[in-house]
């Protein structure tokens, strides 16, 4: 019997808390398992961000490659406009003739086609992986750097520049081509405008969905195999004969009373 108003025992006091830290509770509810779309919150930054860097760096590489076949192409296929040299004057060969213009429309055509290609490539290539933030960066930077590159590309690649050169070198009455040039510079904006617009269709229709989480109602083991030792939910089970109900006098009411 312990006396009123008596201290507590500083060496029963340690040893019970410590005994009720060590010991588990078992009347505590059981922990909630890990979600696959929760992320630790010890993972550094750069580590998270590192993967996408390398796609986006990788995208913008691929676009860069894919710009010097641009430039081939536009150099190629882009209408010439033909001068010749009349004197000491060099005129238009088809004073009415839309070269110019043709050489612009040209270019978005090859750039709406390298939008189409790396927007599809870059979509099958990160399908698994959900795609991301990084894929669309990085097909809107590389295929403005790769218009730009064609561009310049392409000046160098076709007709020399240097009208009084070729004049010169022609002479007098001789026909030559001027150089290509973009009289729109929206044309620049064909590529990645392209590569968006079916990137966001490819990923609307064919991409990868995410799990919708459970609604808070549904408890921690929602959509789950609970642990071994707790107790599953109930079922419902299957609904047996329903006995009459007994009378005032303990007897069925199913019948005629019997004499």
């Known amino acids: 019997m312990t006396v009123p108003n008596t201290p507590p025992d500083p060496l029963h006091t340690a040893a019970g808390a410590d005994a009720d830290t ?51 192409l536009w150099a190629w296929l882009a209408p010439k406009v033909p001068l010749v040299v009349d004197g000491n004057k060099i005129l238009y060969g088809d004073p009415e003739g839309e070269q110019r213009a043709g050489a612009d429309s040209m270019f978005v055509l090859i750039g709406l086609g390298m939008g189409v290609l790396t927007a599809l490539g ?3 290539a990160t399908r698994r992986r959900g795609g991301g933030i990084a894929v669309a960066v990085g097909l809107a930077v590389g295929g403005l750097l790769a218009s730009v590159g064609a561009w310049g590309l392409g000046r160098r690649l076709g007709p020399g520049s240097d009208l009084v050169a070729e004049a010169k070198r022609v002479g007098d009455g001789g026909h030559f081509n001027a150089d290509i040039d973009l009289g729109a510079y929206g044309a620049l904006l064909a590529w990645p405008m392209a590569a968006m617009v079916v990137l966001l269709a490819l990923s609307a ?37 329903v006995d009459a109900a007994p009378g005032p006098a303990g007897r069925p009411q199913d019948g005629p009373d019997r004499a």
């Open 22 to 72: 060590s010991a588990p509770n078992p009347f505590a509810p059981p922990e909630a398992p890990a979600r696959a779309f929760e992320r630790k919150a010890d993972t550094p930054a750069l580590q998270r961000l590192l993967p996408e860097l390398k796609v986006g760096a990788v995208t913008v590489l691929v676009c860069l490659l894919l710009g010097v076949a641009m430039a081939a």
């Open 122 to 124: 870059a979509f099958l």
């Open 205 to 241: 229709a064919f991409g990868k969905r995410e799990e919708d989480p459970p609604p808070y109602w549904a408890g921690p083991y929602a959509g789950q195999q609970p642990p071994a030792g707790l107790p599953s939910a109930p079922t419902d089970a299957a609904p047996g004969p």
